[in-house]
């Protein structure tokens, strides 16, 4: 089994860029294209499912059941914090409803009370609406026979994309499952199978394609310009694409850190906002100039993070493993090597 360092690599990146993200909301200045470390994260995602259900003999309902004992117990516990911060006072601003409460920890998109948005009581949760939405329609494709499953998969994606431009749907439900944004997931499965495939370009243009899919989100970063599933999901293909070039060709550089906390990247999402909070509140009482209240409060975020991957995330992982009988949980990024072309 080849473990894949360039994936690990753009976790982190992703992960990383949404902190910082977040963090210069909270200090008063911005890094906007931080927030296409999520189209990174779909893109990732599709490719992982769909090469381990070619590599591995799984059933639908064992798929999905992987996927929701990754997700749901780590989300269930930062939702729960957010209700019981809201309750006590320490989220002043928050206001809860028992439909917006129920429908947060069942991931239903529902409208926040707290702006209209569609968000869940974790702010950050609205990815993982669309994460359970393609691992159940994934686990529905794998009824069928494995040829067919891409086929499947696209034209199911295809046409609730279209539908939601035609539509424009003001319903949380269809808002969400028929934005452009689920296309991601498709390309992602797609990327998948041409790996499989060993049909990855050379290394130069794997280098080509990363450099001028980070020149690309520099762009949108600074123009503001192409900010939109169409511009940034490509920008996340070509990316992981030039990547798994790289990584066929053993140019990746091996790092313990940035694989380390790609690993923690799932808790650093969940849990970084509730130490940016905490940052931004103390340098607001303390003055703290901008660029400092940055600084402590992405280095907070990711330190909050990997605690709990440490503390919460890694122990749960080994108790669905013992549970599983010792089998590797769905979410490794630890592939079989391609047939080379």
Request: proline share 5%.
């Given at each position: ?76 516990m930062a939702t729960a914090a957010m209700c019981i911060g809201a309750l006590a006072g ?142 940034l999901g490509p920008l996340a293909g070509l990316l992981v694409v030039g990547t798994l ?9 091996r790092s313990r850190l940035l694989s380390y906390i790609g690993d923690g990247s799932y ?75």
């Amino acid at each position: 089994m080849k473990k894949l360092y360039g994936i690990q690599y753009l976790r982190a990146a992703a992960a990383l860029g949404v902190v910082v993200f977040h963090a210069a909301e909270r200090s008063g200045s911005h890094f906007v294209i931080g927030a296409a470390g999520v189209d990174v994260f779909f893109v990732i995602s599709g490719f992982i499912m769909w090469v381990i259900s070619q590599k591995r003999e799984m059933t639908p309902l064992g798929f999905f059941g992987d996927r929701l004992k990754r997700i749901v117990p780590i989300y269930w516990m930062a939702t729960a914090a957010m209700c019981i911060g809201a309750l006590a006072g320490i989220f002043p601003n928050l206001t809860l409803t028992v439909a917006h409460v129920v429908d947060s920890f069942l991931f239903i998109p529902h409208r926040s009370p707290n702006g209209g948005h569609i968000w869940p009581v974790l702010v950050q949760g609205w990815t993982l609406n669309y994460e359970m939405f393609f691992y159940a329609v994934f686990a529905c494709v794998l009824f069928l026979p494995s040829g067919r499953r891409l086929a499947a998969l696209a034209v199911i994606f295809l046409l609730l994309a279209g539908g939601g431009w035609l539509l424009d749907s003001r319903n949380p439900l269809l808002a969400t499952y028929t934005n452009p944004l689920i296309l991601e997931f498709l390309l992602g499965a797609l990327i998948g199978r041409l790996w499989l495939a060993g049909r990855m370009p050379s290394a130069k243009t794997g280098a080509a394609l990363v450099v001028f899919s980070l020149c690309g989100f520099a762009f949108v970063g600074v123009t503001l310009k192409g900010f939109s599933p169409f511009f940034l999901g490509p920008l996340a293909g070509l990316l992981v694409v030039g990547t798994l070039a790289l990584e066929d060709a053993d140019r990746v550089v091996r790092s313990r850190l940035l694989s380390y906390i790609g690993d923690g990247s799932y808790s650093i999402y969940l849990w970084h906002t509730f130490a940016i909070s905490v940052v931004a509140k103390a340098a607001g009482f303390l003055h703290f100039p901008a660029a400092l209240t940055l600084v402590l409060s992405v280095c907070a975020g990711l330190l909050i993070g990997l605690l709990l991957y440490e503390l919460v995330e890694k122990d749960l992982a080994r108790r669905l493993r013992a549970l599983l009988r010792g089998d590797r949980p769905a979410e490794a990024v630890e592939l079989p090597d391609p047939p080379r072309s």
